[in-house]
């Protein structure tokens, strides 16, 4: 079964950094392309990185470009994402998604950027 675990969420005042992390189960990760989303009440979820499956290709989405870096560690089953310069526009649930399999949700991490 797909599994799918956030962590590294947290409060951090404007400009400051944090590191998410998305540790992935019940799949051939090395092989699955993989993106981070975040979601804010009452919004539509935003597509904020996306890594192809050996790392090579990342996007991002216009918001987060030159800020937050996506990357993975295939020997460790985990995408992460750097953030950095936050602002409180960026303050969201945090998911990662499995291009293969995009029903599957875990259960978020939440990051929280105010003064």
């Known amino acids: 079964q797909v599994q799918l675990v956030e962590s590294g969420g947290g409060f951090v005042q404007p400009g400051g950094s944090l590191r998410l992390s998305c540790t992935a189960s019940?799949?051939?990760?090395?092989?699955?392309?993989m993106s981070w989303y975040r979601q804010v009440p009452g919004k539509e979820r935003e597509l904020v990185a996306t890594i192809s499956s050996g790392g090579s290709t990342t996007n991002y989405g216009d918001s987060v470009k030159g800020r937050f870096t996506i990357s993975r560690d295939n020997a460790k089953n985990t995408v992460y994402l750097q953030m950095s310069g936050l602002k409180p526009e960026d303050t969201a649930v945090y998911h990662c998604?499995?291009?293969?399999?995009?029903?599957?949700w875990g259960q978020g991490t939440q990051v929280t950027v105010s003064s």
């Open positions: 998604n499995a291009a293969w399999y995009p029903e599957y």
């Open positions: 019940g799949f051939t990760f090395r092989r699955c392309p």
